[in-house]
């Protein structure tokens, strides 16, 4: 017995051991620039979906579909979100930062995601880490939220109100404009 808890001793301080010398010796690549490791990728989003699932109340939706709604989620959506969702004003609604974050950014007015309302609205209020998905708990009420996830979802079937108003209120996303000359 004291043999096997040895061994299991000496497992994990060999385990730890080469994890930190791993890191210590700068061998893991942090640039987001490069490709995407499948098993990488497959494991997170295993970890996020059952870490969502876990840990989000299944509520609801309180918002309704209104043009009002839509209207504000468009909005608070263009405003907020599209820089690296990908707006209406991109061709095909991807956005230039799409690529540009590891692990990549899902473009979620062009694949519309499956998953239930409450989970979009947990991933938004509180954000993912280890990911540029940043967490808006602090700076969107709870309705807004609702309302920007209410307007993701049905942004492929807007009334010609919204979408009119949405491709009106609709900027390029990703590249800032350039800064105006200073006046001699
Ligand atoms: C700075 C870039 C950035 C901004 C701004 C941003 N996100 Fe994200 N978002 C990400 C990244 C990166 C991911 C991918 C995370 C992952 O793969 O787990 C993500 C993932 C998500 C997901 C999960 C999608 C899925 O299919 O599981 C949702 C929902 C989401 N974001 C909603 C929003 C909303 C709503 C806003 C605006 C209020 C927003 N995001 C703003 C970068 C951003």
């Given at each position: 017995?004291?043999?096997?808890?040895?061994?299991?001793?000496?497992?994990?301080?060999?385990?730890?051991?080469?994890?930190?010398?791993?890191?210590?010796?700068?061998?893991?690549?942090?640039?987001?620039?490069?490709p995407?490791?499948?098993?990488e990728?497959?494991?997170?989003?295993?970890?996020?979906?059952s870490?969502v699932?876990?840990?989000?109340?299944h509520?609801?939706?309180?918002?309704?579909?209104?043009?009002?709604?839509?209207?504000?989620?468009?909005?608070?959506?263009?405003k907020?979100?599209?820089?690296?969702?990908?707006?209406?004003?991109?061709?095909?609604?991807?956005?230039?930062?799409?690529?540009?974050?590891?692990?990549?950014?899902?473009q979620?007015?062009?694949?519309?995601?499956?998953?239930?309302?409450?989970?979009?609205?947990?991933?938004?209020?509180?954000?993912?880490?280890?990911?540029g998905?940043?967490?808006?708990?602090?700076?969107?009420?709870?309705?807004?939220?609702?309302?920007?996830?209410?307007?993701?979802?049905?942004s492929?079937?807007?009334?010609?109100?919204?979408?009119?108003?949405?491709?009106?209120?609709g900027?390029?996303?990703?590249?800032?404009?350039?800064?105006?000359k200073?006046?001699?």
């Amino acid at each position: 017995m004291r043999g096997f808890i040895l061994g299991v001793l000496i497992t994990l301080v060999v385990l730890f051991g080469g994890v930190f010398l791993y890191l210590k010796l700068g061998m893991l690549d942090i640039r987001a620039a490069q490709p995407i490791s499948g098993i990488e990728h497959e494991m997170a989003e295993m970890a996020m979906d059952s870490s969502v699932d876990k840990q989000a109340p299944h509520t609801e939706n309180p918002i309704k579909p209104t043009d009002d709604n839509l209207m504000t989620g468009a909005m608070l959506y263009e405003k907020n979100c599209s820089l690296c969702h990908g707006s209406v004003a991109d061709p095909n609604h991807t956005s230039p930062m799409a690529q540009a974050f590891y692990p990549h950014v899902p473009q979620i007015v062009k694949r519309i995601p499956g998953d239930e309302d409450w989970h979009l609205f947990f991933v938004t209020k509180y954000g993912v880490r280890d990911t540029g998905m940043p967490a808006w708990e602090k700076t969107m009420k709870d309705d807004d939220i609702w309302r920007v996830v209410t307007f993701v979802k049905h942004s492929d079937k807007l009334s010609p109100t919204v979408q009119e108003m949405w491709q009106t209120y609709g900027t390029p996303s990703g590249v800032a404009p350039a800064p105006a000359k200073p006046a001699k």
